[in-house]
């Protein structure tokens, strides 16, 4: 059963487009996380919220903006879609609770957003 | 510059025998690595971890080898099954930072 929720899963646009990945979680966490992963290549990490209204760049560099009202909420949003932006784009959360036995702040991930722009 | 490196991208395993996948990193903060899997048109999931402070972690089939004086870590899994083909992520982190992730292997089990 997902904790963390991403919709769409997958989106399909043309170039100009606004668009909204949405990002919810039920864990409670603080931080949170957006990657973006092109396929065979490393997960990149484009921004980050350490709680509300909290936000910062990764180290990608990202045309995207993202916004933290909500503790469970993390959208991510692109004013004008380019087909550069095609990639899947991989939302990720955690918590003082998400400590395993190592004592790392283990990252939980959602099932993700494909996006295709033509 | 890749701080985090997973040399194979891509494994092939027998059913039943041992895969050994590598990750290699260059910053000597690191001090916490996760290991994922992911399935296709899936989120990656996590695997196991270890610290720092410890060589070897076990969970089931599955172990984590650290070798903190070559900037090495190896995950082990044994018996290999069908269900274990995926992409395996690495990924590090110094103390209070954000993690690092290697570009991936795929490892292939064939029964």
């Known amino acids: 059963e997902a904790d963390i929720y991403q919709t769409p899963r997958y989106l399909v646009i043309g170039t100009g487009k606004k668009i909204t990945l949405e990002c919810s979680q039920t864990m409670g966490h603080d931080k949170m996380y957006w990657y973006q992963q092109d396929p065979g290549m490393e997960l990149h990490l484009i921004h980050y919220s350490y709680g509300v209204n909290s936000t910062e760049k990764g180290d990608l560099s990202s045309e995207s903006t993202v916004s933290r009202i909500r503790t469970e909420h993390f959208p991510l949003t692109l004013e004008s879609a380019r087909p550069s932006h095609t990639s899947q784009y991989l939302c990720?959360?955690?918590?003082?609770?998400?400590?395993?036995?190592?004592?790392?702040?283990?990252?939980?991930f959602g099932a993700g957003s494909r996006l295709t722009v033509l | 510059d890749q701080q985090v490196k997973q040399n194979s991208p891509s494994l092939s395993v027998q059913e039943g025998r041992i895969s050994i996948l590598n990750c290699d990193y260059t910053?000597?903060?690191?001090?916490?690595f996760l290991w994922y899997k992911k399935y296709p048109a899936e989120g990656p999931t996590f695997l196991i971890s270890i610290s720092s402070i410890k060589d070897k972690n076990e969970d089931g089939r599955f172990t984590v080898f650290l070798n903190k004086s070559a900037k090495h870590l190896s995950l082990h899994i044994v018996p290999s099954q069908p269900g274990d083909s995926a992409v395996y992520f690495c990924?590090?982190?110094?103390?209070?930072?954000?993690?690092?992730f290697g570009p991936g292997t795929r490892l292939s089990v064939l029964p």
């Open positions: 990720a959360s955690s918590g003082a609770t998400a400590r395993d036995s190592s004592g790392a702040n283990v990252l939980t």
């Open positions: 910053n000597s903060m690191f001090d916490y």
């Open positions: 990924a590090a982190s110094a103390r209070g930072q954000n993690f690092v």
